[in-house]
């Protein structure tokens, strides 16, 4: 089974690709504006489109603290910083990705209202009531401690505070075969149906939980993405072998076949920390 860290270090958006597409495009890596790395750095599903209306739904504005969980290359955390004006701290278990998104986010002078730090989300390395948002994008499913992790994001969360975040929900025609191939090959710790996310949020003191059902539009970004991964294959041999690119493909073309099959889909969730008396 490749473990999170191997899969996240050896994943086909990285600073190299990136900066080889900055490039290709005509970018100067020493003259970067914010909006030079939307296009490139947003690895979740949607892109910029997925950021604001999951900012919509977490109703960010300029007064916000918000803590970006799995925070990856650190795309959404500079996109909501330029676009929305608030304060955002990105965390992140792979220290080469939290290094690479702190290097993307100096440059383009983004560095005063965007920081990263390498922590794990189950023991998050934040006092309590530290933000009034926390967000998240297709990364939970990594993370098997499911209690824990809401403890820990409704422990950061300022009373009044606000979680949402997005992730892969599985159908109870998802079979064992296939919870196991999407763990061995994409390091999918844990994938739930929604009736069980909406339980643990209720376990961690998180009310008002609403969700929305992304599956139909993520299953059209799917086929885009199985694509975009292929046009890489050059970029990803090079700097982790053919074996291994070939093992991730393998991986996410089951993953694309079960999407495809409705046996699993997209949602966003939103619940509150109750506001104290």
Same mark, same amino acid.
């Given at each position: 089974?490749?473990?999170?860290?191997?899969?996240?270090?050896?994943?086909?958006?990285?600073e190299s690709t990136i900066n080889d597409a900055l490039l290709r495009a005509g970018s100067s890596l020493e003259n970067l504006a914010p909006e030079d790395l939307f296009a490139h750095d947003q690895d979740h599903y949607g892109g910029l489109e997925a950021v604001d209306a999951l900012a919509k739904?977490?109703?960010? $504005?300029? %007064?916000?603290?918000?803590?970006?969980?799995? %925070?990856?290359?650190g795309g959404p955390a500079r996109y909501l910083a330029s676009r929305y004006g608030c304060r955002v701290m990105g965390l992140d278990l792979n220290r080469s990705r939290a290094l690479s998104a702190a290097r993307?986010?100096?440059? +383009?002078?983004? $560095?005063? #209202? +965007?920081?990263? +730090?390498?922590?794990?989300?189950?023991?998050?390395p934040f006092e309590n009531q530290s933000f009034t948002r926390v967000i998240s994008q297709e990364a939970f499913l990594h993370i098997g401690d499911k209690e824990a992790l809401f403890e820990n994001c409704q422990r950061v969360l300022a009373p009044g505070g606000r979680l949402t975040f997005t992730d892969w929900v599985a159908s109870p025609r998802l079979t064992?075969?296939?919870?196991?191939?999407?763990? #061995?090959?994409?390091?999918?710790?844990?994938?739930?149906?929604k009736d069980e996310y909406v339980s643990y949020l209720s376990a961690a003191d998180l009310a008002g939980v609403e969700v929305e059902d992304l599956s139909v539009w993520w299953r059209d970004i799917l086929r885009k993405r199985l694509e975009m991964y292929r046009e890489k294959s050059q970029d990803s041999e090079r700097l982790f072998g053919a074996a291994r690119y070939r093992?991730?493909?393998?991986?996410?073309?089951?993953?694309? %076949? +079960?999407?495809?099959?409705? #046996?699993?889909?997209?949602?966003?969730?939103?619940?509150?920390?109750?506001?104290?008396?």
């Open positions: 089974m490749v473990d999170i860290l191997t899969y996240y270090n050896q994943h086909p958006i990285n739904s977490a109703a960010i $504005d300029a %007064s916000d603290r918000v803590l970006d969980v799995c %925070s990856g290359m993307f986010t100096a440059l +383009v002078g983004l $560095d005063g #209202k +965007v920081s990263f +730090v390498c922590g794990d989300a189950t023991s998050m064992e075969s296939e919870r196991s191939i999407l763990g #061995k090959g994409m390091a999918a710790a844990a994938i739930h149906q093992e991730f493909m393998d991986a996410y073309e089951i993953f694309v %076949s +079960v999407i495809e099959e409705g #046996k699993l889909g997209g949602a966003r969730f939103t619940a509150f920390r109750l506001a104290q008396c």
